[in-house]
């Protein structure tokens, strides 16, 4: 039976408790996201510019998603190559990204306000207990990794880190439901696209 997140990282009790529980369950992080998008579309103010960057934003964010998701396969192997040789949580900078870029297209400084809490809230103990785990099943090849490797923000930029990585379509469109989070943006960006053009 898997341990929850939150008791490996040093259980506290009563409401901070629960507080952890809440931040270290994946699945509460992952929908609150998406609602917070959603938020985006529905608060959305008019002005095409701003919308048109934003989106763009988000768009680059989704296809790196794509891209990190189809060449991972957790907890089987260490990912290292690819989008994984720029950070290590690639998923989290590609969330950082498409919601930065939703906040953005909004031009909402409220919505902004929320998305930065809660990044601030979720991300910072996310990875931690993510390295933490990664530490433990790969020990000394995930340290060298790591070294150089911030967590969410590289250090540079280089094609040549994309080249000769086998990636899957499978795994990252369905295994990974890349596919469905794609339909749900997209479909979000149409809703606030027509919002700012009201």
Not at 163 to 188: K, M, P
Request: net charge positive.
């Amino acid at each position: 039976m898997t341990r929850d997140r939150s008791e490996a990282m040093n259980r506290r009790s009563g409401l901070l408790g629960w507080f952890d529980h809440v931040r270290y369950k994946e699945i509460y992080r992952q929908a609150l996201g998406l609602v917070l998008i959603a938020v985006c579309a529905w608060l959305a103010e008019p002005g095409t510019q701003k919308a048109v960057i934003g989106l763009v934003l988000a768009a680059l964010g989704q296809i790196y998603r794509t891209y990190a998701a189809g060449s991972i396969f957790k907890n089987r192997q260490l990912a290292t190559s690819g989008a994984y040789a720029m950070v290590r949580h690639p998923l989290y900078l590609g969330n950082i990204l498409i919601l930065g870029g939703f906040a953005l297209a909004a031009g909402s400084l409220a919505v902004a306000a929320i998305i930065v809490i809660f990044f601030l809230v979720w991300y910072p103990a996310a990875i931690r207990y993510e390295d933490q785990k990664l530490e433990k099943m790969f020990g000394e090849d995930w340290r060298k990794w790591s070294q150089g490797t911030h967590a969410v923000l590289p250090r540079s930029f280089s094609f040549k880190s994309f080249s000769g990585v086998d990636w899957s379509a499978h795994q990252s469109l369905i295994r990974n439901g890349e596919l469905y989070i794609t339909l749900y943006l997209a479909a979000c960006a149409a809703w606030l696209w027509y919002g700012v053009q009201a």
